[in-house]
């Protein structure tokens, strides 16, 4: 299994992202969260399409942590079925590597 891994989160608008992603850094649950504005994100839910706009973070996480790290996101954020998916990272800069270990909780 990889030691760490890249979560994908979509929330509804910049305000909510920044708060989940500084949370989880704050929490050593992830060593970084970047946020990517204004996507455009087209999916059905309770039989109807939506055409919406939200916000995407990339969290860096040790793969250990998703378990917290989506219970965590699941109380801070609004949707009732928060988009929360994990990619196990197969290679990567070695120092980065160790940087993303080191600032999570071990």
């Known amino acids: 299994m990889s ?11 910049e305000e909510e992202a920044a708060k989940i ?13 970047n946020i990517v504005p204004r996507i455009r994100s087209i999916y059905r839910w309770k039989g109807e399409i939506y055409d919406e706009q939200e916000c995407l973070i990339i969290i860096k996480t ?21 988009e929360i998916v994990s990619f196990p990272v197969a290679r990567g800069l070695p120092q980065y590597i160790e940087w993303v270990l080191g600032e999570t909780a071990g």
């Open 3 to 13: 030691e760490i891994s890249i979560v994908f989160v979509t929330a509804g608008n």
């Open 21 to 33: 992603g500084r949370t989880l850094v704050e929490e050593r649950l992830g060593a970084c969260a």
């Open 62 to 82: 040790r793969t250990s942590l998703f378990h917290a790290l989506e219970k965590r996101v699941k109380e801070l954020h609004s949707y009732e079925v928060p």
